[in-house]
């Protein structure tokens, strides 16, 4: 049972561009977290998705980021024209239904705006 | 603001000691977790103590948690090397849209000398 995937692991982007991080649960779990950490920093909830629904976006920038999590394919969290303060770790984490208290997370992707 | 705070921010000890970390947070819980995370890495699951016990061991790790003063411990004993990480702890409570909603603290980064 492979555990939660992410890719790309790097990404280097220009200020303007976009970034797409992709997160692939684990297998059953239909709940998806995504969190930033800064450096030095612990993690900061950003969004909580099921499939096809936001539960809650509360920690997520009003503009420029977004995400979904469609009933086929990998949960996608965008950031449009990103700039310098964007650079971080981005993780997901994934739960089985009614245990979301039970995350599992996947390895990062670490952003760099240059 | 976070719900969780690690002390000390910081801990270097010798190989054989023991590590004890402590977090505190302001809200009612369900669930405390710690965590871990290698350099760069993801966050790995350590131990989850639930409001209603009071101390959980697993190997070397023990935990403890005192809901009347809202903090816990984690406790290492015999550190290793292989211990340098930072830990974090995470707490669970119903958030705003009815869900266990998870918290993470900012962390305590250990080095274990060898």
């Known amino acids: 049972n492979a555990g939660v995937m992410q890719n790309p692991r790097h990404l280097v982007r220009r200020r303007g561009q976009e970034a797409r991080l992709r997160c692939s649960p684990m297998?059953?779990?239909?709940?998806v977290y995504w969190y930033r950490q800064l450096p030095e920093e612990g993690l900061k909830f950003m969004v909580y998705l099921q499939k096809e629904n936001i539960i809650d976006e509360s920690g997520m920038p009003k503009e420029r980021f977004s995400a979904e999590f469609p009933k086929e394919g990998p949960s996608i969290l965008r950031i449009q024209q990103v700039v310098r303060g964007d650079s971080a770790a981005y993780f997901c984490a994934s739960s089985p239904p009614k245990l979301v208290n039970e995350q599992f997370f996947g390895p990062g992707t670490r952003l760099t705006v240059l | 603001s976070q719900q969780g705070e690690e002390d000390p921010q910081a801990l270097s000890i010798q190989e054989g000691e023991n590590a004890t970390m402590n977090c505190s947070y302001k809200t009612s819980i369900n669930n405390l977790q710690w965590y871990r995370q290698n350099s760069g890495r993801g966050l790995v699951h350590l131990i989850l103590?639930?409001?209603?016990?009071r101390e959980k061991h697993s190997g070397r790790l023990r935990v403890t948690l005192d809901t009347s003063k809202k903090s816990s411990s984690l406790l290492i004993t015999a550190s290793r090397a292989a211990d340098t990480a930072s830990y974090f702890c995470?707490?669970?409570?119903?958030?705003?849209?009815?869900?266990?909603?998870?918290?993470f603290g900012t962390g305590t980064k250990l080095q274990v000398i060898p």
């Open positions: 995470a707490t669970d409570a119903r958030g705003s849209g009815g869900y266990q909603k998870v918290t």
């Open positions: 297998k059953g779990h239909s709940h």
């Open positions: 103590i639930r409001s209603n016990e």
